[in-house]
Structure formats: structure tokens, C-alpha cells
């Protein structure tokens, strides 16, 4: 493993949240990071929270539509899963930030596979079982959220 690279990557993705933190904010409401909560520590599944949303924010070195798919670990479908069986009323939300902006997908709002994805670019093979979203059900955040506020602009 190279661990120098997996710090560049972890640094990078950190610095990303904290960049968007107040863009999301502006959307969601005051936002709070898992991380500090003792409760969910510092590998929970979700980066962000309040008592209406959880988010989890991926960050891509990429163009959204580079590929014609994102993904995101199956754990956090489990998760957001477990989550909604206790509390139905609350909202999940899985985030990349890309080069071309912020994109997004509602837990189970559309079709997904789940399928092996990973990369190997860090001197080992990092694949597991992860879940598949088509670029026909990522929505720019600008629209997502519209539609989470119930505006038609």
C-alpha cells in the first residue's frame, strides 16, 4: 500500500468537504460532521448530518459525466437503510464533487446496480461491492435541492 499517496487522497477529499461545507449549508441547514460525533466517530458512513439529512460527499478528480456512472460503498445503502428504518421522515443524500461542480443521488431514488469498483493505483487492488448510479439519475446539486425545497425554477 502506498500510504503517502492514500494520505495525498484522504487530505484531499477532507479539504474538499470543509471547501463545500458552506455551500451545503445553504441548502440543508447547519450541518454537522459525523467525526465529531462520538456516537458515529470518525468511519462512519456519512460525512454530514442534521436531524433532517445525512450526506455523504465523494470527491472526483474527474468531470461528472466522465464516466457513465458514479459510485458509492454498498455500507453506506446499508447504512442509509438502517437509518430510515428509524427514522423514516429523514432524508439521504450521496454528493461528488467533481472538477465541474457538485452532483447528486437520493438514497433509493432510481434504479442502481450493485457491482465491484475500486482502483489500484495505490500499490494495492482497493475493490469492493459498491453501488452503481447511471449519469441519467445524477442531478446537478442546484436541481437536486430545488426539487428538495419543492421550487420548480
Do not use: A
Request: net charge neutral; with cysteine; aromatic share 14%.
Amino acid at each position: 500500500m502506498d500510504y503517502k499517496k492514500l494520505n495525498k487522497d484522504l487530505s484531499y477529499g477532507f479539504k474538499s468537504e470543509n471547501d463545500i461545507h458552506h455551500i451545503l449549508e445553504e441548502e440543508f441547514g447547519t450541518l454537522f460532521k459525523s467525526k465529531f460525533n462520538p456516537e458515529m466517530g470518525q468511519y462512519y458512513e456519512f460525512d454530514k448530518y442534521n436531524e433532517e439529512y445525512f450526506i455523504e460527499i465523494k470527491t472526483r478528480r474527474i468531470k461528472h459525466n466522465q464516466y457513465e456512472s458514479l459510485f458509492f460503498g454498498k455500507n453506506k445503502l446499508i447504512k442509509g437503510d438502517e437509518l430510515l428504518k428509524k427514522r423514516p421522515q429523514l432524508r439521504i443524500f450521496y454528493l461528488w464533487r467533481c472538477t465541474d461542480g457538485i452532483f447528486g443521488w437520493e438514497h433509493r431514488s432510481s434504479e442502481y446496480e450493485i457491482c465491484k469498483r475500486g482502483r489500484c493505483d495505490r500499490g494495492k487492488d482497493e475493490f469492493d461491492d459498491c453501488v452503481d448510479i447511471k449519469q441519467k439519475n445524477i442531478k446537478p446539486l442546484k436541481n437536486l435541492l430545488d426539487n428538495i425545497n419543492g421550487s420548480n425554477e
